[in-house]
């Protein structure tokens, strides 16, 4: 792992590669290692890095019970400008893609393309901001394992391989406590940013797993039928973890996209 002060934090990252600047943006409540198949492969493509967002894998401690998706977007665009880019190739899961729409709202300079996957442009509904809440003060009171349990249905596809399941376990199980809660509040206040789709003028590539249950192909092709000029991929046989779950298939998406830009 590479490190680099960020603000008012130590952001780590993995990186792979040279030459033009890609960054990855993973999920709740994941690490940089979600992305750990599209670093090797595309390594012959891009200068590729991947984060753990604030609080999360080795990245400093949160000291605050609220991460806002515009304070990880803050970040990502520190941590460009820190790796000596202009901008660069963004791509993001889940929670990451709110941040990336965060990020496109605030620092569009940075971004020179978007991959946004397995995620969604509107806001959590009011049942929504009322189950993560409710789930963040069990989490604060009984720490996440009853959250693994429930988050290794949810994200992956029922036939899911075992290096998957074993990757995310791993990543959940290494998210502390602190960060669970705080990405929880930051996501239940996140703003809807669904009417920002249609100012993305920069190449886009929505993608999402056919069986992803949290975010489904319906929100995922409406959303790129908002966005001018952005293409649709749907992978079969995967859940809402696509990279871990597929990886080849994305890889392959991620390569004719970034190779026709
Ligand atoms: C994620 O994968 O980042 C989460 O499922 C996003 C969410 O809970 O909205």
Redesign the pocket.
Known sequence: MQFMEIRDTTLAYQSRGEGDLAVFL?????DHRLWLDQLDSLSDLRHNVAPDLRGSGSSDPLVSGLLAMEEIADDVAELIAGLDHQSADVVS??????AALALWERHPERIRSLVLM???SGA?SEA?RAG?RETAERVAEEGSGFLTEN?MK??LAPDAGLAARIRLRSMIEGTAAETIVA??EG?ARRADRTDLLSSITVPTVVIVGEDDG??PPDLAEHMANLIPAAELVVIPGAG??TPIETPEAVNKALREFWEKL
């Open positions: 993973h999920g709740f409540p994941l899961l889940s929670m990451g893609g709110y397995d995620t969604r959590d929504g993560r988050l949810a994200l990405h929880l996501m949290l975010t809402h973890l």
